[in-house]
């Protein structure tokens, strides 16, 4: 039973650029959500998806950052126009259907994206 | 809004002494509390939850930890550390309508010496 698969794993980006990072939940999981890890820092919860919803975005910076998360397919995050304050490490994590108190939520092994 | 306090940023402990990690919360509701160890350029591995019931909870590779609401804290222990357990260590409460949304808090790195 695989678990939170991501990739790619790391990236190298130039300033401008588009940065795509994907993640397939676990099998069963149709939550997903996505954490950034600045350097030296805790996780920052970002934004929150269902199968083709955004359930919560809060944590999304207001321009050059979406999410999606299609019917079939992975979750995207996806970075427009990178810039040197987009270097961090991205997780994903996944839940199973229908979150209530006790559902574990599992992370995947992180996308560490570089902008030089 | 809630946050979550790691105050100690580096902590290094002998092979064989007892290890607490501290974490201190702000949330206004019942909280869901969640410790996480992370090994250097992986994800993260969930060590142990609190939901309800009883406040000892019992984690993954020996870990434990004690919720107490009068503190507003939630500490991990482990009587006897071994030199794997040298990682980062991250302490999150769960909000949202099922505690599926985490607030994390900035860290514990442990390093363990020989």
């Known amino acids: 039973n695989a678990g939170v698969m991501q990739n790619p794993r790391h990236l190298v980006r130039r300033r401008g650029q588009e940065a795509r990072l994907r993640c397939s939940p676990m099998?069963?999981?149709?939550?997903v959500y996505w954490y950034r890890q600045l350097p030296e820092e805790g996780l920052k919860f970002m934004v929150y998806?269902?199968?083709?919803?955004?359930?919560?975005e809060s944590g999304m910076p207001k321009e050059r950052f979406s999410a999606e998360f299609p019917k079939e397919g992975p979750s995207i995050l996806r970075i427009q126009q990178v810039v040197r304050g987009d270097s961090a490490a991205y997780f994903c994590?996944?839940?199973?259907?229908?979150?209530?108190?006790?559902?574990?939520?599992?992370f995947g092994e992180g996308s560490w994206l570089t902008v030089v | 809004a809630q946050s979550v306090t790691q105050p100690d940023i580096h902590i290094t402990v002998s092979e064989g002494a007892s290890l607490e990690l501290r974490c201190n919360y702000s949330?206004?509701?019942?909280?869901?509390l969640f410790w996480y160890v992370q090994s250097p350029g992986q994800g993260l591995q969930l060590l142990l939850k609190?939901?309800?019931?009883?406040?000892l909870v019992q984690g993954i590779k020996g870990f434990e930890a004690e919720f107490k609401r009068s503190q507003s804290s939630f500490n991990l222990r482990k009587p006897s550390v071994h030199w794997s357990d040298a990682a980062e260590y991250f302490c999150?409460?769960?909000?949202?309508?099922?505690?599926?949304?985490?607030?994390f808090g900035g860290g514990t790195r442990l390093m363990v010496k020989p």
């Open positions: 994590a996944s839940s199973p259907q229908g979150p209530s108190p006790g559902n574990t939520i599992y």
């Open positions: 099998k069963g999981h149709s939550h």
């Open positions: 998806l269902q199968k083709e919803n955004i359930i919560d």
């Open positions: 949330y206004g509701a019942t909280p869901y």
């Open positions: 609190y939901f309800s019931g009883d406040t």
């Open positions: 999150a409460v769960g909000v949202g309508n099922a505690g599926n949304m985490l607030t």
